[in-house]
Nanobody, 125 residues
Framework: EVQLVESGGGLVQAGGSLRLSCTAS????????IGWFRQAPGKEREGVSS????????YYVDSVKGRFTFSSDNAKNTVYLQMNSLKPEDTAVYYC??????????????????WGQGTQVTVSS
């Protein structure tokens, strides 16, 4: 059974940091595209960051570049999103997701078809 489980969300003051984790089962994170997404109240879900094995590149939405870092630990079959210099506008439910299509980057963010349950991140001003 394919499963993604996020953790690490919480309440933090503006300027603070959080590290989100996403542990996969049923597949190997190194073999598929993995993405982080978020959805704020009243807003559409947006892509935050992704990586895929076909090119090994990591992509970030402009609003988080320089502040968020995507990483992975293959031994733990887990990916992470390190979030620094958090802003109130980063408040959202964060999801990790996966797909195994031959596609990488921003244009592929609609292809994700396996999703975790989400973890709440709240940044206070």
């Amino acid at each position: 059974e394919v499963q993604l489980v996020e953790s690490g969300g919480g309440l933090v003051q503006a300027g603070g940091s959080l590290r989100l984790s996403c542990t996969a089962s049923g597949f190997t994170v190194d073999d598929v595209a993995i993405g982080w997404f978020r959805q704020a109240p009243g807003k559409e879900r947006e892509g935050v960051s992704s990586t895929a094995p076909i090119d090994g590149r990591t992509y970030y939405v402009d609003s988080v570049k320089g502040r968020f870092t995507f990483s992975s630990d293959n031994a733990k079959n887990t990916v992470y999103l390190q979030m620094n210099s958090l802003k109130p506008e980063d408040t959202a439910v964060y999801y990790c997701a996966a797909h195994d299509y031959y596609c990488s980057g921003y244009g592929c963010w609609d292809l994700y078809d396996n999703w975790g349950q989400g973890t709440q991140v709240t940044v206070s001003s």
